[in-house]
C-alpha cells in the first residue's frame, strides 16, 4: 500500500457563522480531494468557531447547529470514500458535548465527546459541557486512527484509552489558544504522550481572533519517536498536508521554522486586531496619536492588520505637549500612509476647567486637572467614532493597567484595547521588531523617556518605578501568582513590591470597566483574571 495523505484544515472560523464555517469545511475538503488526501482533520468546534459560550445555552443555537452539521454530511458524500473530521456542539442523551464527527460517504461513521474539560485560565467548558468517556477508533484506507479533543491531550488517560483500543495514529482537532511560547509547551507535552504509546500523532489548531483570544494555527505532527515531521506557520488559515505509510508511521514534510518571541507576539496582535474589526464589520479604526512609543506601536499594528486607507489618526496637542512629540506623531503618520488630523484641546480643556472653577475654589491642582485633559481627548475620539462608525482603538499597555495609570473615560475610552496585554518593556521590543522589518517609528520615540505629558516636565517615572522593576513585580504577581515574599526574596526593593502589588488591587475597578484586547501571555486582565472589586484581604 502507498502513502496515505492526511490534509490539516488550519481555519479561521467565525463564531456562529454556520453557514460560513460550513462552507470553509467543504473548501478545505474540496481542496484537500483535489490534491488526493483519503481524511481531513479540521479543528475543534469547527462547524461553530470557539468558544460559543453562552450561545451553547440557546437550544435554537444547538439546533441550527445540527442541522448545519447534516447538510454538510450530505454534501461531502459528493467526494468519494474521503473521511472529513468535524468538530461541533451535540446534544446527547447524558447532556450536552463537545463532540468531534467522523463524515464519510454521506454519513457519520464514528463520533467522540471530549472527556477533558479545560476549567481554568480562560476556559470554562464545564459550565456548558458533560464529559465523554469513551475512545474513538476508525479506519480509513488500512490505518486505524484514534481521535481526542484539545485538552485531551494535555492528560495522559485519552491518549493512552485511544492506544488501548487498537489506534495506530492520533488526532488531534484543537482551538488552543496563543500564548508567548505556547508552541513549544505543547510539542513537549504530546512528546510524553508518543513515549508512552509509540502513536506518531497530527495536531490540528484553529487560527484567528475571537475577542480577547487569539488562535495561532500553528498545526503540527510527530512521528513515533517524537520528531517533529511536518509543521504549519502561525497566524495564517492554511491547508497542510502529511503523510502516513502503511506500517502506520509519518514521513517528513514541509517544516516551517520557530519564530522569535517578539514575531510571534507582533502576529498574534496583527491578527487580533484585524480579526476584531473585519468579522464585526466595522468600516475602519481611529487611534489618538500622542508621539509616544504606545501609540506609536499601536499605529503600526493597525495598519499592517487592516491596511493603511482603514486607518485614521488624530493628534490632540494641549498646551503640555511637546513640539518633539507633535513632530513624531507627524512623521510617523506619514511613514504609514494613514489619514492624520490635528484637533488641539486647549479650548475644551479651559472651558472645562472655567466651568468647575467655583467648585475646585480653594483646592489644590491635582491629578483631576490632569484627567480633565485625558477625558477631552476621549470624548473627540468617540465623536469621531460616532459619526464615522470606526472603531476607536485604545493605547494603552499591560503595565499601565495593572497600576492605574490611566483614565477612565479619557485615554481608556474606546472598543479595542490593542496593546493592553504588553508589557511597557515588551512594548520597546516589539517596535524595535517592526523597525527591523521597515524603520516606520521615528528612532526618538523609542528613546526619549516616556511621558502622559498632562503638566510641566512630567515622565511616568515620576509615579512608578522603572519599567524593569514594575514590569517584573506585576509578572511575578499577577502571571506567575508569586507572593509578596517570593518577589523580595528575588531580589525586588521591598517598598516598590508594596507599592505595585497595592496598586494592582486598588485599580481592578478601572480595569473591569476597560475595553477587551488580545490575550498573549499566560495571564491577562480579562477572561482569566477575576478578582473582586470589592475586597479587604490584602497580603
Not at 12 to 17: H, K, Q, R, S, V
Not at 281 to 290: A, Q, T
Not at 386 to 414: I, Q
Not at 418 to 446: G, H, M, Q
Amino acid at each position: 500500500m502507498s502513502a496515505q495523505k492526511i490534509a490539516l484544515a488550519q481555519m479561521n472560523p467565525l463564531l456562529g457563522d454556520l453557514a460560513g464555517n460550513a462552507q470553509l469545511i467543504h473548501k478545505a475538503a474540496l481542496d484537500a480531494f483535489k490534491q488526493g488526501a483519503k481524511l481531513v482533520v479540521t479543528p475543534e468546534l469547527s462547524l461553530t468557531g470557539y468558544p460559543p459560550e453562552d450561545l451553547l445555552l440557546r437550544p435554537a443555537f444547538i439546533e441550527a447547529t445540527q442541522q448545519q452539521l447534516d447538510l454538510l454530511t450530505k454534501e461531502l458524500a459528493q467526494y468519494p470514500d474521503l473521511t472529513v473530521v468535524v468538530g461541533h456542539p451535540k446534544k446527547t442523551p447524558v447532556g450536552l458535548q463537545n463532540f468531534a464527527s467522523v463524515l464519510q460517504n454521506g454519513k457519520v461513521i464514528a463520533s467522540y465527546a471530549k472527556q477533558e474539560l479545560p476549567n481554568h485560565e480562560v476556559f470554562d467548558e464545564v459550565r456548558y459541557f458533560v464529559p465523554g468517556n469513551q475512545a474513538c477508533v476508525f479506519a480509513c484506507e488500512g490505518i486505524r486512527y484514534g481521535l481526542i479533543l484539545c485538552e485531551d491531550a494535555w492528560h495522559a488517560g485519552p491518549a493512552k484509552q485511544a492506544h488501548a483500543a487498537g489506534a495506530q495514529v492520533l488526532l488531534v482537532p484543537n482551538a488552543s489558544p496563543y500564548h508567548l511560547k505556547k508552541e513549544a509547551l505543547r510539542i513537549e507535552v504530546l512528546r510524553g504522550h508518543i513515549a508512552q504509546t509509540n502513536m506518531p500523532l497530527v495536531y490540528v489548531n484553529a487560527v484567528g481572533g475571537q475577542d480577547e483570544l487569539v488562535f495561532d494555527g500553528g498545526s503540527f505532527a510527530l512521528n513515533s519517536q517524537g520528531e517533529v515531521v511536518m509543521a504549519m506557520p502561525q497566524f495564517i488559515a492554511d491547508l497542510g498536508f502529511v503523510e502516513i505509510r502503511s506500517s502506520g508511521d509519518l514521513e517528513t514534510g514541509p517544516i516551517t521554522p520557530p519564530q522569535s518571541v517578539e514575531a510571534q507576539a507582533y502576529q498574534a496582535l496583527v491578527l487580533g486586531v484585524r480579526d476584531y474589526v473585519n468579522k464585526n464589520r466595522f468600516p475602519g479604526v481611529i487611534i489618538g496619536l500622542s508621539g509616544g512609543v504606545d501609540s506609536a506601536l499601536v499605529l503600526a499594528i493597525a495598519v499592517d492588520a487592516l491596511g493603511p486607507d482603514k486607518v485614521r489618526t488624530v493628534m490632540m496637542a494641549s498646551r503640555y505637549t511637546a513640539d518633539i512629540s507633535w513632530i513624531d506623531a507627524c512623521e510617523m503618520a506619514q511613514n504609514l500612509g494613514v489619514q492624520y488630523d490635528e484637533i488641539p484641546i486647549s479650548g475644551p480643556v479651559d472651558a472645562l476647567e472655567e466651568s468647575l472653577a467655583e467648585q475646585f475654589k480653594g483646592l489644590k491642582t491635582d491629578a483631576t486637572e490632569e484627567n480633565i485633559q485625558a477625558r477631552v481627548r476621549g470624548t473627540l475620539l468617540m465623536a469621531l467614532s460616532n459619526k464615522t462608525g470606526r472603531l476607536v482603538l485604545t493605547t494603552g499597555n499591560k503595565s499601565e493597567m495593572a497600576v492605574g495609570y490611566c483614565t477612565l473615560y479619557g485615554d481608556m475610552a474606546g472598543g479595542f484595547a490593542v496593546i493592553k496585554d504588553i508589557a511597557k518593556t515588551l512594548v520597546y521590543r516589539l517596535c524595535a521588531y517592526r523597525n527591523s522589518i521597515s524603520p516606520v517609528i521615528p528612532e526618538r520615540i523609542l528613546t526619549r523617556a516616556p511621558s502622559a505629558e498632562l503638566r510641566p516636565d512630567q515622565t511616568d517615572q515620576d509615579s512608578l518605578p522603572s519599567y524593569e522593576v514594575l514590569d517584573g513585580i506585576v509578572e511575578r504577581y499577577m502571571e506567575q501568582n508569586q507572593s509578596i515574599a517570593e518577589i523580595i526574596a528575588a531580589g525586588f526593593n521591598p517598598e516598590s513590591v508594596e507599592k505595585v502589588t497595592r496598586l494592582i488591587k486598588l485599580n481592578e475597578y478601572k480595569r473591569r470597566q476597560a475595553p477587551p484586547g488580545v490575550r498573549v501571555t499566560t495571564r491577562a486582565f480579562g477572561r482569566d483574571w477575576r478578582y473582586p472589586i470589592t475586597s479587604q484581604f490584602r497580603a
